[in-house]
């Protein structure tokens, strides 16, 4: 299957500060992407979709001022959230769609979030 | 309203066992049909994807597809401690995002 990478794994940073969550296919061009959030034990939440080269679509309830989405080429999507509070501690899962032929879509291994 | 039903289980096999994982959808337009395991803490990983009505195997991975009844299936032959993971069903209806079920949690006891 296609390969997804996420960087970094795992970031622990303070109340106030941004944090930047790289999302890259290595092995094959993405032209949606999409980030996902998941909370200990409850199912993956759709953030937002994002498209190579537009603004992103974000889902109802999430605030598109304080995760900034750029999707900037083909391989590479970025989720930035910014003024973390400890209430944005969790497990952010990026993933992307092969559009070439299946529509399949593969995940990054995600990153852990902690904010003290 | 887009759903996709799973039940949470768990669902309990021995192992060398066939685990029989089950999922419903309610949009008739859906076109593609995912199945992914997530083990505790790690993202989901793709396992199987079917996309016309009928079975289409995988190694020990068997998923079963009909649109008739709106009805995708996993089954997992000779279940290992391994397989002891959440699967969750997927459904892409049309060219859209993916709706996930909450998931199956299986587990394979030695």
């Known amino acids: 299957g296609a390969v997804v990478s996420q960087h970094p794994s795992r970031v622990i940073c303070k109340s106030g500060t941004s944090v930047k969550i790289e999302c890259r296919s290595l092995?094959?061009?993405?032209?949606?992407m999409f980030w996902y959030r998941q909370f200990p034990k409850q199912s993956l939440m759709l953030m937002a979709t994002s498209n190579e080269g537009s603004k992103a679509t974000y889902e109802q309830g999430v605030e598109k001022d304080k995760f900034l989405i750029n999707h900037a080429s083909l391989t590479l999507s970025t989720l930035t959230v910014t003024s973390a509070h400890p209430e944005d501690s969790s497990f952010y899962i990026c993933?992307?769609?092969?559009?070439?032929?299946?529509?399949?879509?593969?995940f990054g291994p995600g990153t852990r979030l902690t904010v003290t | 309203q887009k759903e996709v039903e799973q039940n949470s289980g768990p669902l309990s096999v021995p192992e060398g066992a066939i685990a029989s994982l089950n999922c419903t959808y309610s949009?008739?337009?859906?076109?593609?049909f995912f199945w992914y395991r997530q083990y505790s803490g790690k993202s989901p990983e793709l396992i199987m994807s079917i996309y016309s009505n009928g079975d289409k195997e995988d190694g020990r991975f068997t998923a079963q597809l009909n649109k008739a009844s709106q009805y995708v299936s996993l089954l997992i032959r000779d279940s290992q401690p391994s397989d002891s993971a959440t699967y969750l069903c997927?459904?892409?209806?049309?060219?859209?995002?993916?709706?996930f079920g909450k998931g199956t949690m299986l587990l394979v006891s030695p």
């Open positions: 997927a459904v892409l209806p049309g060219y859209s995002t993916l709706t």
């Open positions: 949009d008739r337009g859906s076109q593609s």
């Open positions: 092995d094959f061009q993405a032209t949606t």
């Open positions: 993933s992307a769609r092969e559009t070439a032929n299946t529509y399949e879509q593969y």
